[in-house]
């Protein structure tokens, strides 16, 4: 006859075998979705990488270059406003036109810009340029043009 309590141990030990079995199925589980968790992050790391690259290629094709004028004389363009562009990077005039906007008390016409950074604006012509450089200022986002033709800084 077979002693009870050693039948008793042999079932508690089987028991806690079960235990250990189900628990290495659960670890065995996470370990598989842990697994894809880091291939799925790796191609995503990848992906990330790629389109950086891209986009710094875009941005590299898209950033202003001297242009040449007819007798080969270097350009300055304006270039566009970034992170990575400091307004110390735009030419001197166009530094005083900026400042000439922000130190208004709010949206200014071209005219008044003229004042602030000393154009003669009582002749038309001297406020073309003035306005084709405000417009320009514009285009590239370091100003913005209200429907009224008056011009403010961007915040």
Do not use: C
Not at 95 to 120: K, N, T
Not at 126 to 143: A, F, I, Q, S, Y
């Amino acid at each position: 006859m077979l002693d009870p309590e050693l039948l008793e141990r042999i079932t508690a030990r089987r028991a806690e075998l079960d235990e250990l079995d189900e628990l290495e199925e659960q670890l065995n589980k996470q370990l598989a979705e842990d697994w894809a968790e880091r291939d799925e992050l790796a191609a995503a790391e990848r992906v990330l990488e790629r389109m950086s690259e891209q986009l710094a290629e875009g941005r590299a094709a898209l950033a202003p270059t001297p242009g040449q004028v007819g007798g080969g004389r270097a350009v300055m363009m304006i270039p566009h406003r970034a992170p990575d562009v400091e307004e110390t990077m735009l030419p001197p005039d166009y530094q005083r036109i900026l400042s000439g906007v922000r130190q208004a008390a709010g949206p200014v016409m071209a005219r008044e810009v003229g004042e602030a950074v000393g154009v003669d604006v009582s002749v038309r012509s001297n406020l073309e340029p003035l306005r084709g450089k405000l417009v320009r200022l514009v285009d590239r986002g370091w100003l913005r043009k209200q429907p009224d033709g008056r011009f403010t800084t961007r915040l």
